[in-house]
T-cell receptor, first 111, second 112 residues
Framework: QQPVQSPQAVILREGEDAVINCSSS?????VHWYRQKHGEAPVFLMI?????EQKGHDKISASFNEKKQQSSLYLTASQLSYSGTYFC????????????FGTGTRLTIIP | NAGVTQTPKFQVLKTGQSMTLQCAQD?????MYWYRQDPGMGLRLIYY???????DKGEVPNGYNVSRLNKREFSLRLESAAPSQTSVYFCASSDTGFYGYTFGSGTRLTVV
């Protein structure tokens, strides 16, 4: 079952912040985040493991709440280069590498 | 470092025709995957291979077959193409453990 992402789309001005959420109906072992620009392949951003850790990647960070089966991606002081569609991918079993992806959140940054 | 290479990049098929999508990775990854991407539906797993010699069905395997030829190569075959298989197909690979996927550049397939 696909994780649910929200919002489906968001438009921001440069410098504004955004939060993208990913919720699962199943217990999660780990969550991946990817960004895909139009016409290109998805690119890996980060992985979070159960344990409630938070990770950072430049001005992009994420958290993982395993009790709520949710992860959130935080984009701070957004730049034009952050535009694209963001996908979360969830893994429910340790040792099985396959991911189930959400339907994506389209982020548009305007000057 | 090529990463994951997919061929072809574009293909148009007539209904009922067959074709094979090729994927090769040069990162010595154990796991390889085939996903399809349709508007509004995200990436859906067709088949995956956890290691050389093994393959397993994903969410949407009907109408497809796969072969893990060796550690490097993982091909996807459409035996009798249908318009519902019009999509963008991505191959990906990953190492075992806590690593992200590396995706190929995709194959845009249209079935008419």
């Amino acid at each position: 079952q696909q994780p649910v992402q929200s919002p489906q789309a968001v438009i921001l001005r440069e410098g504004e912040d955004a939060v993208i959420n990913c919720s699962s109906s199943k217990a999660l072992y780990s969550v991946h985040w990817y960004r895909q620009k139009h016409g290109e392949a998805p690119v890996f951003l980060m992985i979070l493991l159960k344990g409630g850790e938070q990770k950072g990647h430049d001005k992009i960070s994420a958290s993982f709440n395993e009790k709520k089966q949710q992860s959130s991606l935080y984009l701070t002081a957004s730049q034009l280069s952050y535009s694209g569609t963001y996908f979360c991918g969830t893994r429910i079993v340790f040792g099985n590498e396959k991911l189930t992806f959400g339907t994506g959140t389209r982020l548009t940054i305007i000057p | 470092n090529a990463g994951v290479t997919q061929t072809p990049k574009f293909q148009v098929l007539k209904t009922g025709q067959s074709m094979t999508l090729q994927c090769a990775q040069d990162m010595n990854h154990n796991s390889m995957y085939w996903y399809r991407q349709d508007p509004g539906m995200g990436l859906r797993l067709i088949y995956y291979s956890a290691s050389e010699g093994t393959t397993d069905k994903g969410e949407v395997p009907n109408g497809y077959n796969v072969s893990r030829l060796n550690k490097r190569e993982f091909s996807l075959r459409l035996e009798s193409a249908a318009p519902s298989q019009t999509s963008v197909y991505f191959c990906a690979s990953s190492d075992t453990g806590f690593y992200g996927y590396t995706f190929g550049s995709g194959t845009r397939l249209t079935v008419v």
